[in-house]
């Protein structure tokens, strides 16, 4: 077996691979005495079927599983001799004459190999960068103290006139369908129980009436909402409902006392209100500070992206990504070929590149400040995650928390939530690195002055509502672009496919 590296550009190399039949003989001799060991045949003991009749039946597919073997295997190893750092993987050169597998004994592969692009990151420590920290005002402490007083407190009984936010229990009953009734508890809140705000101004005794399709508008998923339907059950909810209200429960705050302090912060020793203040601007510094790292990412993503820029081939990489989604779109279809693959449009292409540049600064970055995600990385991302859905505070004391590590176990086993994770772990690690390796200016400013600021960026906030709800203070930025990853070089895998 013969390789052969011509220089194609500074860009891309093309391989010329040659495998004559003593390459692959043997390899192939093995494999059908094995298949010959392990079939059974009509007529035959299983192992003793002809070596003509196992020949013909299945020595050109094995032939072929040999060829592309050796030829992966090979390549693989040359890349990996050469030190070339690649992008993607090989795959075959532009009109490449087919193989003819039923007449030829020796092969020709033409192979076109693209380099990654360097990125030099020498740029970073004169770019200038902003960062916010956010004052915590006494209007801030306000607000999370009345979610705190909220959180801890009970429900009482009200007879009352009914308000947003109240909780009730109602029987109901179908006006067109007077066999269809039950029990249902809700809560008064338009979006998450539309038509519930048409009970604000009754009381309990009260009966209404609420046309549940009408009030759920275009999201005819939530028409069962009011009504606490399962899913299965969801298509019985249509038309005008009667429903009498026989219970109705309100919040009632809980007291400023020493048992909300305790509550709120089970390993502070707190005894005034003024501490238990202080805990509460110390706990929610945390919380912006997170939501001001995310928006610094993001908005520094694309200025990195502009000052790197990266260099490409774009008619390679485009026959590249092309080929690629034949190549899926075959073993989607069972390698029919005359099913219609769509070649990469402009704007696809245009966000592929943008995310493989991305990819290959953030490996750079990694690189030089020696950043790496282990187990606890991991698993703090699962925490954090978790914690972001149920709207908990994550830098809760763990014994707070326990009742969610089952799930983050869970998490942790899941492939696809792993590579999540690792990356959620790596934006941390890398905010913290263009805060130290970048020329950054920090600013103090209000929470209000944050907002009109991210927006005048376009890359607006959401506030949270309370310590801990990290879900509602991300900032809202178009997810990045998937890519072609690059490859480590031993993985690299050309294929030697029958025309």
Known sequence: MNIVKEQAGNSSVQLKVNIVESDYKDLVRKELNKVRNQIQMPGFRKGHAPQGLVQKMYGQSIMIDEVNKLLQERVGQFLEDEKMDILGHPFPAENTPPIDFDKDVDFNFTIDVIFAPKADLGFLKTMPTTYYTIKITDKLIDEQVASYRQRFGGMEETKGKIKEKDYLRCDYQSVGNPDFSGTTFFYIDEKMHPGSEKFIGHKFGDTIEVDVEEAAGDDLSKAGNLLNLSAEEQNEAKGVFKFTINEVKRRKDAPLNQSLFEKGFPNKEISTEAEFRNAIAEMHAKVLSETVDIWFFNTNFEQILDKAHLEYDDNMLRRYINHQRRVDHDKEHHHDKDGHCEDVSDQEYENIKKGTSWELIQAKIMEECDIKVDKEDLRRSAKEKVCRYFGLDPNLPDDQLNYI?????????????????????????????LKEHTKMTIKEVTWEEFVKIAEAKKEPVKKATKTGESKKAVAETEEKPKTPRKRKKADDKPSANKE
């Open 405 to 433: 590590f089952d799930i983050v176990d869970n998490l942790m086993k899941e492939q696809d939530q792993l590579k999540e994770l690792f990356q959620a772990a790596v934006d941390k690690k890398i905010t913290q690195a």
